[in-house]
């Protein structure tokens, strides 16, 4: 991955998780009054630091952009498990739930590949 390649694939994640949190901001809505008010909250602050995460790796310096990206990371698989405790008590439905798991997969599979190229670049530099 060039340089130009990576700056693309950072960018990506843009328009990917706006989609995503749209997305999911729809389904939190119409969660029982009671949940989305606990676990709605939860999930729309950790949507909100993701985007505020993504936007730091569009700004910041190679040096720091692995930390964030393990911060995007990690924030991902509490959503994912959010998301399964919302399945498993029926707050949403197989088609939410699988329409909201394969957008996290998409930005996960960016992220994957991010943390990947920057993992390899600073054992470079140790």
Known sequence: MDKKEEKETRLTLIPKSEQYIEY????????????KFSIGNEYKSGMYQLMRDIMMITKIDKREILYYLNRIDANLNTQRIYLRIMKKNRWIDEKKFNVAMGKVYEIGKILGGLIKYYAKDSKKCL
Do not use: H, N
Not at 24 to 35: A, S, W
């Open 24 to 35: 999911m901001l729809q389904v939190i809505f119409k969660l029982p009054r009671v949940e």
